[in-house]
Nanobody
Framework: QVQLVESGGGLAQPGGSLRLSCAAS????????MGWYRQAPGSQRELVASITRGGRRNYADSVKGRFTISRDNAKNTVYLQMNRLKVEDTAVYYCKADALYRSYWGQGTQVTVSS
């Protein structure tokens, strides 16, 4: 059974930091590209950051220079370090695993940025 379990969400103040983690099980992790997406109320789900099997990173313009995605293949885990958080970063954050013919989503973790 495939599971992607996110953790690390919560409440942060503007300018603060949070680190999200997504632990994968039931897949051959090194065969998957990994990504973080987010969905704010009333908005479509959008890509935040992705990292390929080879370690190539891609970021949404809105988070460049503030967020960093990384992966630890030994732990089957992908991370999203979020610095200099803004109110507009408030959303449910989802982890996604992508391979050629299949993809899987985590259940999401809430991030709220508020003073």
């Amino acid at each position: 059974q495939v599971q992607l379990v996110e953790s690390g969400g919560g409440l942060a103040q503007p300018g603060g930091s949070l680190r999200l983690s997504c632990a994968a099980s039931g897949i051959i992790y090194t065969q998957y590209d990994m990504g973080w997406y987010r969905q704010a109320p009333g908005s479509q789900r959008e890509l935040v950051a992705s990292i390929t099997r080879g370690g190539r990173r891609n970021y949404a313009d809105s988070v460049k220079g503030r967020f960093t995605i990384s992966r630890d293949n030994a732990k089957n885990t992908v991370y999203l370090q979020m610095n200099r958080l803004k109110v507009e970063d408030t959303a449910v954050y989802y982890c996604k695993a992508d391979a050629l013919y299949r993809s899987y989503w985590g259940q999401g973790t809430q991030v709220t940025v508020s003073s």
